[in-house]
T-cell receptor, first 117, second 113 residues
Framework: NAGVTQTPKFRILKIGQSMTLQCTQD?????MYWYRQDPGMGLKLIYY???????DKGEVPNGYNVSRSTTEDFPLRLELAAPSQTSVYFC????????????????FGDGTRLSIL | GENVEQHPSTLSVQEGDSAVIKCTYS??????FPWYKQELGKRPQLIID?????GEKKDQRIAVTLNKTAKHFSLHITETQPEDSAVYFC????????????FGSGTRLQVQP
């Protein structure tokens, strides 16, 4: 299994441009998450999905959109890039709870480093 | 929502010494507490986790303790080595709803050879 794969690894955008950060996982995980990590800080939840067709906002959703048309893919869309969105973006996934095995760990991708100038 | 505070923000120890990082959480519904190690430019890597039905868990030189009453948990690293140098994050989540992690702000650990 490749695990969680994010593309691109790096990107520079101009203010006002749009782009989509790709995330795919091959572990058949229901739960998927997008986090952002600002320099010297912990990760903050942007959006999450508990399964195909279901998405919801996290702590810092403004300026972003997501979709989940398949179990494998969970793209994150920036419509009008702003300097405040300069960050490292991590996608993660986890399997649902199983009998006797609650709180399964999250698996992270390698991240996308995004700079907006 | 959940709020996780982590201390200290930086920690410098001599090789071979122990290191302790502490976190507190606010939501009594949280029942899962992982610790992640993140090297520069890399993804967070899970190093140990603990569930609320357990008070302590150990894996070789790493241990985590949990005090549910006081809502705090700690990471203990013994016999530190230079390769332990990294940023460590604690996190908390509950077994309900989105099951997403709320992270602490991180501790930069520097192990001096």
């Amino acid at each position: 299994n490749a695990g969680v794969t994010q593309t691109p690894k790096f990107r520079i955008l101009k203010i006002g441009q749009s782009m989509t950060l790709q995330c795919t996982q091959d572990m058949n995980h229901n739960y998927m998450y997008w986090y952002r990590q600002d320099p010297g800080m912990g990760l903050k939840l942007i959006y999450y999905s508990v399964g195909a067709g279901i998405t919801d906002k996290g702590e810092v959703p403004n300026g972003y959109n997501v979709s989940r048309s398949t179990t494998e893919d969970f793209p994150l869309r920036l419509e009008l890039a702003a300097p405040s969105q300069t960050s490292v973006y991590f996608c993660a996934s986890r399997t649902p709870n199983r009998t006797g095995k609650n709180n399964q760990p999250q698996h992270f991708g390698d991240g996308t480093r995004l700079s907006i100038l | 929502g959940e709020n996780v505070e982590q201390h200290p923000s930086t920690l410098s120890v001599q090789e071979g010494d122990s290191a302790v990082i502490k976190c507190t959480y606010s939501d009594s519904a949280s029942n899962y507490f992982p610790w992640y190690k993140q090297e520069l430019g890399k993804r967070p890597q899970l190093i140990i986790d603990i569930r609320s039905n357990v008070g302590e868990k150990k894996d070789q030189r790493i241990a985590v303790t949990l005090n549910k009453t006081a809502k705090h948990f700690s990471l203990h690293i013994t016999e530190t080595q230079p390769e332990d140098s990294a940023v460590y994050f604690c996190a908390a989540s509950s077994d309900m709803g989105r099951r997403a992690l709320t992270f602490g702000s991180g501790t930069r650990l520097q192990v001096q050879p």
